[in-house]
């Protein structure tokens, strides 16, 4: 009956956590990109756009893994946690799939993103 308690209260505080964590990776997103990327791109060159496209992307996916990486650690401590509520597990299930879906898809687009800035300076000569 307490470990009862004590889960729903865990959870509760998870769901605040969430919501709160979600609010700061948006609202700090900008300070963390910004300065990484214009640290790479500190002359107005046109031959450095690639350079700086390509930073930018790099650190959006950077971003995004940790993004993926707290989800699959909610999804899984709400699995954990579901104690047999079908509700409650196939919402943890679903997050744990949505992550890796988003985690899947930013990997493809940081791949691709590369082939394609490769395949721009081979053709231009940068």
Known sequence: MMFIV??????NIVKQLKSRYLFFIFALSPYVILP?????????????VSSFIKTVIEALAGLAGLVATAFFVVGGFSYITSSGNPQRLEKAKRTILYSAVGLAI???AFVLSNIISGMASSAFGG
């Open 6 to 11: 004590i889960r729903d209260h865990v959870v």
């Open 106 to 108: 930013t990997i493809a």
């Open 36 to 48: 990484s990327c214009y640290a790479n791109s500190a002359t107005a060159d046109v031959s450095q």
